[in-house]
């Protein structure tokens, strides 16, 4: 099943420091990106996807995609405690019917 | 969007007995998916429902020890047969609206002693 490969596996940023994770497709069937926050307890939520190169902002999140490599980053500026949580990278197909296959995910620590 | 609700939240189950997940929808959803996560760990895809038809399983899921059923476009129930330690795991339930992200339920914390 994983055809997602996510780096690295845990992170430990300085509150207000800069987190940066990392998501590589295997398949080139697989190239649309979903970054999805999983806080204890609870249900991945998604933050953002990202479908054409270059780089998509929301907020605090910014995405960076490159289709020839499959490569797709997350970095988060201004970290919060509140952002302690496991980061999944999901890459479809397009075919809505498919489910995305999730990668292994990062636990990302942000210290106070 | 659309909101899943799962029941139980959380359950205690013998090794050798059976138990049901039910998930539902606060809207019609085509296709609802099941995941399997152990503590911490990625989501693995177990299968996919859609109304009507037999759910499809992935690779070292079978139906024989997980029946899935998807009887109308709201709801899904997922059964655990001769549940054993290994299967402790939280199980959750999603749908995913037309091109729109994957949402997911709250999950269900299962425990086999």
């Known amino acids: 099943q994983q055809k997602v490969q996510q780096s690295p596996e845990s992170l430990s940023v300085p509150e207000g420091g800069m987190a940066s994770l990392n998501c590589t497709s295997s398949d080139r069937n697989f190239q649309y990106f979903w970054w999805y926050r999983q806080h204890s307890g609870e249900g991945p939520k998604a933050l953002m996807s990202i479908f054409s190169d270059g780089d998509k902002k929301e907020g605090r999140f910014t995405a960076h995609l490159n289709k020839a490599s499959l490569h797709v980053s997350l970095h988060i500026r201004d970290s919060q405690p509140s952002d302690s949580a496991l980061y999944f990278c999901a890459v479809s197909d397009g075919n809505n019917n498919n489910a995305p296959r999730f990668g292994a995910g990062t636990k990302l620590s942000v210290k106070p | 969007s659309v909101l899943l609700y799962q029941k139980p939240n959380r359950d205690i189950c013998q090794s050798g007995t059976s138990l049901k997940i039910q998930c539902v929808a606060d809207?019609?959803?085509?296709?609802m998916f099941w995941y399997q996560q152990f503590q911490e760990q990625s989501l693995m895809l177990m299968a996919t429902a859609n109304e009507g038809s037999e759910a499809t399983y992935e690779s070292g899921f079978t139906k024989d020890k997980f029946p899935i059923s998807r009887p109308n476009l709201t709801f899904s129930t997922l059964t655990v047969n001769n549940a054993r330690p290994g299967d402790s795991s939280i199980y959750f339930c999603s749908s995913r609206p037309y091109y729109a992200e994957q949402f997911f339920g709250p999950g269900t914390r299962l425990t086999v002693l």
């Open positions: 809207s019609q959803v085509v296709s």
